[in-house]
């Protein structure tokens, strides 16, 4: 007993060495958490648990929801860890928006809320993922943990899912943080890929914001990016946060400026979350409180700025992988082609497959090789006959029968023999044919095919999927920028109804889903509403439009009949203020009366219309012209001047007006290449009536435009300011067939919104200098090639130079040697005349003399009796 006592203390008090214990297991353990828990696989961009839940989802739709605690229970038979990691991986592939269709209250993204209880949500797989995700007979399979059932290695998914919902994972030792991009912007760079194009992606996320993407290292380590909220100022006193940065709620932001102001580093007087939908942080200032210093010190101090660095780390040939997001992105791009190849090649095998099949009816009836095995008593005998029969036609197969062949033929029924229709068999071989050549096009043009493939993606699925974040520079962009327009606002004009997701009526503009719509109708009314998914604004809507509060720039010309006999009047007015769902009549209220011609002028235009006059005895006249700009501006509740005391047949447009309004103070922001009234960027002038925009370009053309802020400008820009019809261009510009630099200097043509070259597009030359400076000069360093010697340098007076010229001249060799560099010197001084800045006068003194003139011309004495505003 004593010696058996001893015995189990020797083996209690054993020392076991835990050194390479710790090195084998540790191993085991890091290496299984970091390829079966928190790293996505390159192939499908999903982690094991999302990979299962899918599957799962997959073996359970019926087309119904299902609840999440059903999902969930049916995925653990996949995963071995657990009904909390099911849960959570499931609500957050739901808030992505892509794969999953929600019901119920799933959380929000924004507020960090969190989803009801699996028993109380439901689920079922998007039209998305049901097209894109699965596909049995591409999916390679493997069995569960416990051997008892199989679950796919990878899915099949054929597009670039990984980049598109973005993944977080932290694993042993390891790291991974991919950040989401935009749907629509990956499947047009999938398509450049296979194109061979180049494209550029950066990120995009539900929370909207801003994002500044100038560090952002193609998603490897050691880069960042910088997101902003989007703050508006709703008055000196109010700020408003419409958008916050990804990786953060509305509470974490608003506990972040309570410590701000708690620090001193801010003063707010009061903060509210009226978060539901939308996010709408209200920030009420003390009245000493610059707003402009507000706003940086939110960006400086609280999550309103927050930096990401994203670490894109996957799984590839089961090891992780540091990969950029374009390497990924043509990974993905490769594996959708050859999934998509794959899937032809086995729609073809069963294209043969069935046209052997029907081909091997059609012969084994037409034939009556059924009637040979009559008199055989075993089954061999009868398998025989059957290949006997069938031995002739061989040659016309495919391929030669097989047992599996000789044993379906047997078992076609004497109902199907008696019935058979050769001429329909023939039809259904000549469509199998036809699937056959097309799905062998398909193959020899895959890559086109794949092209069409994302097309078909894009267009089917990109609805309301446009980008939600801004990409600023923060470095030069004011933090109080104007949201950009998240929604399409359609109309339905006949039958009255405007909205946002009233798809397949027309389009009207882009809005955001706070904004208000103005709409006039036909009767002469106007009402502006709040913009809904859909609502009812009235029968015989003629235009709508997002409405600006105070907008005094947007004109609206209208000529209205007074009731149903009664006569024209026309008007000119402007909507600035106005009570929200209030009907308001523009017209002097008579019953019938109705609107015989409107436009919007969105910078004050005045066109010039055609009157048709019903004929009557006695009018001598019934054709004449009006211009709108003779006409004054006032308010909308004005009756407006009589046009004409006789019946109007129809008002067509005549001429297309310019603007009639003040001198407008017009900027350009280089960083973001768009037009401002906000003092951002270069200061261009005061703008009035019929000035104009030129827009100078390195593709060399140039540009003339009005000065509507709406006007776009591409990357290449070199200048851009304000139009003087004196100011010449000057351009130096290679002939690379002659090698030869030639200049050329000329006054611009006045051809308005049309690109005009003055260096021929399709010719082989190369842009070195564009200027519109008026006294340039350029430095030459030049070459004798013929005797191979340098000459000394040459400065030119480019004015003096050459004369002026047409824009399509070819202009004067810059010089008779080899030009070897040119640089640009400094231009002399030009003193410019300065322009007044003068408010254009928008009723001309002589209005009534000459609306009187034109009455006299068609005998209308009551033309305009004086006006009746």
Same mark, same amino acid.
């Given at each position: 007993?004593?010696?058996?006592?001893?015995?189990?203390?020797?083996?209690?008090?054993?020392?076991?060495?835990?050194?390479?214990?710790?090195?084998?297991?540790?191993?085991?353990?890091?290496?299984?958490?970091?390829?079966?828990?928190?790293?996505?696989?390159?192939?499908?961009?999903?982690?094991?648990?999302?990979?299962?839940?899918?599957?799962?989802?997959?073996?359970?739709?019926?087309?119904?929801?299902?609840?999440?605690?059903?999902?969930?229970?049916?995925?653990?038979?996949?995963?071995?860890?657990?009904?909390? /990691?099911?849960?959570?991986?499931?609500?957050?592939?739901?808030?992505?928006?892509?794969?999953?269709?929600?019901?119920?209250?799933?959380?929000?993204?924004?507020?960090?809320?969190?989803?009801?209880?699996?028993?109380?949500?439901?689920?079922?797989?998007?039209?998305?993922?049901?097209?894109?995700?699965?596909?049995?007979?591409?999916?390679?399979?493997?069995?569960?943990?416990?051997?008892?059932?199989?679950?796919?290695?990878?899915?099949?998914?054929?597009?670039?899912?990984?980049?598109?919902?973005?993944?977080?994972?932290?694993?042993?030792g390891l790291a991974c943080k991919i950040l989401p991009h935009n749907f629509n912007e990956l499947i047009e760079s999938s398509i450049k890929i296979l194109?061979?194009?180049?494209?550029?992606?950066?990120?995009?996320?539900?929370?909207?914001?801003?994002?500044?993407?100038?560090?952002?290292?193609?998603?490897?380590?050691?880069?960042?990016?910088?997101?902003?909220?989007?703050?508006?100022?709703?008055?000196?006193?109010?700020?408003?946060?419409?958008?916050?940065?990804?990786?953060?709620?509305?509470?974490?932001?608003?506990?972040?400026?309570?410590?701000?102001?708690?620090?001193?580093?801010?003063?707010?007087?009061?903060?509210?979350?009226?978060?539901?939908?939308?996010?709408?942080?209200?920030?009420?200032?003390?009245?000493?409180?610059?707003?402009?210093?507000?706003?940086?010190?939110?960006?400086?101090?609280?999550?309103?700025?927050?930096?990401?660095?994203?670490?894109?780390?996957?799984?590839?040939?089961?090891?992780?992988?540091?990969?950029?997001?374009?390497?990924?992105?043509?990974?993905?791009?490769?594996?959708?082609?050859?999934?998509?190849?794959?899937?032809?090649?086995?729609?073809?095998?069963?294209?043969?497959?069935?046209?052997?099949?029907? /081909?091997?009816?059609?012969?084994?009836?037409?034939?009556?090789?059924?009637?040979?095995?009559?008199?055989?008593?075993?089954?061999?005998?009868?398998?025989?006959?059957i290949f006997f029969g069938l031995k002739p036609f061989i040659k016309n197969l495919l391929r030669e029968p097989n047992i599996d062949d000789i044993h379906?033929?047997?078992?076609?029924?004497?109902?199907?023999?008696?019935?058979?229709?050769?001429?329909?068999?023939?039809?259904?071989?000549?469509?199998?044919?036809?699937?056959?050549?097309?799905?062998?096009?398909?193959?020899?043009?895959?890559?086109?095919?794949?092209?069409?493939?994302?097309?078909?993606?894009?267009?089917?699925?990109?609805?309301?999927?446009?980008?939600?974040?801004?990409?600023?520079?923060?470095?030069?962009?004011?933090?109080?920028?104007?949201?950009?327009?998240?929604?399409?606002?359609?109309?339905?004009?006949?039958?009255?109804?405007?909205?946002?997701?009233?798809?397949?009526?027309?389009?009207?503009?882009?809005?955001?889903?706070?904004?208000?719509?103005?709409?006039?109708?036909?009767?002469?009314?106007?009402?502006?509403?709040?913009?809904?998914?859909?609502?009812?604004?009235?029968?015989?809507?003629?235009?709508?439009?997002?409405?600006?509060?105070?907008?005094?720039?947007?004109?609206?010309?209208?000529?209205?009949?007074?009731?149903?006999?009664?006569?024209?009047?026309?008007?000119?007015?402007?909507?600035?203020?106005?009570?929200?769902?209030?009907?308001?009549?523009?017209?002097?209220?008579?019953?019938?009366?109705?609107?015989?011609?409107?436009?919007?002028?969105?910078?004050?235009?005045?066109?010039?219309?055609?009157?048709?006059?019903?004929?009557?005895?006695?009018?001598?006249?019934?054709?004449?012209?009006?211009?709108?700009?003779?006409?004054?501006?006032?308010?909308?509740?004005?009756?407006?001047?009589?046009?004409?005391?006789?019946?109007?047949?129809?008002?067509?447009?005549?001429?297309?007006?310019?603007?009639?309004?003040?001198?407008?103070?017009?900027?350009?922001?280089?960083?973001?290449?768009?037009?401002?009234?906000?003092?951002?960027?270069?200061?261009?002038?005061?703008? /009035?009536?019929?000035?104009?925009?030129?827009?100078?370009?390195?593709?060399?053309?140039?540009?003339?435009?009005?000065?509507?802020?709406?006007?776009?400008?591409?990357?290449?820009?070199?200048?851009?300011?304000?139009?003087?019809?004196?100011?010449?261009?000057?351009?130096?510009?290679?002939?690379?067939?002659?090698?030869?630099?030639?200049?050329?200097?000329?006054?611009?043509?006045?051809?308005?919104?049309?690109?005009?070259?003055?260096?021929?597009?399709?010719?082989?030359?190369?842009?070195?200098?564009?200027?519109?400076?008026?006294?340039?000069?350029?430095?030459?360093?030049?070459?004798?090639?013929?005797?191979?010697?340098?000459?000394?340098?040459?400065?030119?007076?480019?004015?003096?130079?050459?004369?002026?010229?047409?824009?399509?001249?070819?202009?004067?060799?810059?010089?008779?040697?080899?030009?070897?560099?040119?640089?640009?010197?400094?231009?002399?001084?030009?003193?410019?005349?300065?322009?007044?800045?003068?408010?254009?006068?928008?009723?001309?003194?002589?209005?009534?003399?000459?609306?009187?003139?034109?009455?006299?011309?068609?005998?209308?004495?009551?033309?305009?009796?004086?006006?009746?505003?």
């Open positions: 007993m004593e010696e058996k006592n001893t015995q189990i203390k020797q083996q209690t008090h054993k020392t076991i060495p835990v050194k390479g214990m710790y090195e084998d297991w540790f191993l085991d353990y890091a290496s299984y958490v970091i390829l079966e828990r928190a790293v996505p696989h390159l192939n499908d961009g999903l982690k094991p648990v999302q990979r299962r839940i899918l599957h799962s989802m997959k073996e359970l739709d019926d087309g119904r929801y299902n609840k999440v605690a059903n999902i969930v229970g049916n995925t653990m038979k996949y995963h071995p860890h657990g009904d909390a /990691s099911i849960g959570d991986a499931l609500v957050q592939l739901g808030q992505k928006e892509l794969l999953i269709d929600c019901q119920g209250n799933w959380g929000n993204i924004l507020t960090g809320d969190s989803a009801a209880a699996p028993r109380y949500i439901e689920a079922r797989l998007s039209k998305f993922g049901l097209d894109v995700v699965f596909n049995p007979q591409t999916t390679s399979w493997r069995p569960s943990y416990d051997g008892r059932n199989k679950e796919p290695k990878t899915l099949p998914i054929k597009f670039p899912l990984l980049l598109c919902q973005g993944v977080e994972g932290i694993a042993v194109k061979n194009e180049p494209f550029e992606i950066f990120p995009d996320f539900l929370t909207g914001g801003m994002i500044d993407v100038s560090k952002y290292n193609n998603g490897l380590r050691g880069g960042k990016v910088r997101v902003r909220a989007k703050i508006k100022v709703e008055d000196k006193k109010t700020l408003v946060i419409t958008e916050i940065p990804y990786w953060t709620t509305t509470g974490k932001l608003i506990d972040s400026i309570i410590k701000a102001n708690e620090k001193g580093k801010i003063k707010i007087k009061k903060i509210d979350d009226n978060t539901s939908q939308n996010v709408e942080i209200i920030i009420q200032l003390p009245n000493d409180t610059s707003i402009d210093q507000t706003i940086d010190a939110l960006y400086a101090f609280t999550d309103c700025e927050v930096s990401i660095s994203p670490n894109s780390c996957v799984i590839y040939q089961d090891k992780p992988h540091f990969l950029p997001v374009d390497q990924m992105l043509k990974h993905s791009t490769t594996n959708t082609l050859n999934l998509l190849k794959l899937e032809l090649e086995i729609e073809l095998e069963e294209l043969k497959e069935r046209w052997q099949w029907v /081909s091997l009816e059609r012969i084994f009836i037409e034939n009556e090789i059924y009637e040979k095995i009559k008199p055989c008593r075993t089954d061999q005998e009868i398998d025989d006959t379906k033929l047997r078992k076609i029924p004497i109902d199907r023999i008696s019935k058979f229709n050769s001429d329909k068999a023939n039809d259904i071989l000549l469509a199998i044919e036809d699937d056959i050549k097309q799905v062998n096009y398909d193959l020899e043009h895959i890559v086109d095919y794949a092209i069409a493939y994302f097309e078909r993606i894009l267009k089917k699925y990109g609805q309301n999927r446009e980008r939600k974040t801004e990409i600023r520079n923060f470095d030069t962009i004011e933090a109080q920028a104007v949201a950009v327009a998240n929604e399409k606002l359609y109309c339905n004009y006949k039958e009255g109804f405007v909205g946002y997701k009233i798809k397949g009526d027309e389009y009207v503009c882009d809005c955001s889903d706070i904004d208000d719509i103005i709409a006039f109708k036909s009767d002469g009314t106007v009402v502006v509403k709040k913009v809904q998914e859909k609502d009812f604004f009235g029968t015989d809507i003629i235009h709508v439009d997002v409405f600006r509060k105070n907008d005094e720039r947007t004109i609206y010309n209208l000529i209205y009949q007074d009731g149903a006999f009664g006569k024209a009047y026309v008007k000119r007015f402007a909507v600035t203020n106005i009570i929200r769902d209030k009907e308001y009549v523009l017209t002097k209220g008579i019953k019938g009366s109705k609107v015989l011609y409107f436009s919007s002028n969105p910078n004050g235009e005045a066109e010039v219309v055609s009157v048709s006059l019903k004929p009557k005895p006695g009018l001598r006249k019934i054709n004449f012209d009006f211009d709108f700009a003779d006409l004054a501006i006032k308010g909308k509740n004005a009756q407006g001047n009589i046009l004409t005391r006789y019946l109007v047949r129809k008002v067509t447009k005549k001429l297309e007006g310019v603007s009639t309004l003040s001198a407008r103070k017009i900027w350009f922001d280089e960083s973001v290449k768009r037009l401002n009234a906000d003092e951002r960027g270069k200061y261009l002038g005061t703008f /009035s009536g019929s000035d104009k925009l030129i827009s100078i370009y390195k593709s060399g053309y140039y540009r003339l435009t009005n000065f509507d802020l709406s006007t776009h400008f591409v990357d290449d820009l070199v200048v851009v300011e304000k139009f003087k019809e004196q100011k010449p261009i000057t351009v130096i510009y290679l002939d690379k067939t002659t090698n030869q630099h030639f200049l050329k200097r000329f006054l611009v043509e006045e051809i308005l919104d049309k690109k005009v070259f003055f260096v021929d597009e399709e010719s082989n030359t190369e842009i070195i200098h564009i200027t519109n400076d008026w006294l340039p000069i350029v430095e030459l360093c030049l070459e004798d090639t013929k005797k191979g010697k340098t000459i000394e340098n040459e400065i030119i007076d480019i004015s003096e130079f050459t004369e002026l010229m047409k824009y399509k001249a070819k202009g004067k060799k810059l010089s008779k040697y080899f030009v070897k560099d040119i640089k640009v010197l400094e231009s002399l001084p030009y003193e410019e005349e300065i322009e007044e800045e003068q408010e254009s006068e928008t009723v001309r003194e002589e209005t009534e003399e000459i609306i009187l003139d034109n009455n006299k011309e068609h005998g209308d004495e009551d033309f305009i009796q004086g006006s009746l505003f």
